[in-house]
């Protein structure tokens, strides 16, 4: 696995830069949205008003993107190469993260997120390729192991269609804006898996 960070990667439409300062508040503007976090965000339940205030969470963000160029972090704002506006974000981190059993750092999970104002225009697939091919073809991962809330179909309808396999297990999972945990499908794919799928539909980052 190489360490070389979240380098700039362009697609036809968009830029994914590593992550400033400079976005964060507009990442955190769409993270509030109730649309977005809700099969997003699982960080405690306890700490639900907390996130809602952005004057307690700059601190956090100021301290996060301090990292932000660290060679092991893989974290892109995503930006529209036409208007340069900041409409989402899309990263790959340890998967050891949502599961303590897996201490492979070659093992991934990854996340992402647009503004619903951008949703279903293929933004979030673009970005999604771009990134997943980066982690297995440059960062050379081994696999990525993720999962999608069953009643989020359109998060794990664009994982489908980007080659992951579904699981025949699935798993709970509790997210931050809803009372009750939620049950997810597991998928996975290998980097073997991913080229043959690149190769066969020809999918190329821009």
Request: glycine share 4%; net charge negative.
């Amino acid at each position: 696995m190489n360490y070389i960070g979240s380098k700039q990667i362009e697609t036809d439409r968009l830029i994914l830069k590593a992550q400033t300062m400079q976005e964060q508040k507009r990442l955190w503007e769409i993270l509030m949205i109730s649309e977005v976090n809700k099969y997003y965000l699982t960080v405690p339940s306890k700490f639900r008003e907390k996130l809602l205030d952005w004057n307690k969470q700059e601190e956090y963000y100021r301290l996060d993107m301090e990292h932000a160029n660290d060679p092991d972090i893989f974290r892109w704002s995503i930006f529209l190469k036409e208007t340069g506006e900041c409409i989402g974000r899309v990263s790959c981190h340890e998967r050891q993260h949502e599961d303590e059993s897996i201490t492979n750092p070659s093992i991934r999970g990854v996340g992402w997120y647009i503004d619903p104002v951008y949703q279903g225009k293929g933004y979030a697939t673009e970005a999604a390729i771009a990134m997943i091919d980066y982690m297995f073809e440059e960062v050379d991962i081994s696999e990525i192991i993720t999962g999608a809330a069953i009643s989020n179909p359109a998060s794990w309808m664009i994982m489908e269609k980007l080659g992951f396999i579904r699981q025949n297990k699935t798993r709970m999972v509790q997210y931050t804006y809803l009372d009750e945990p939620v049950e997810d499908y597991s998928y996975n794919m290998t980097k073997e898996q991913w080229l043959n799928f690149k190769n066969q539909k020809n999918i190329r980052r821009c």
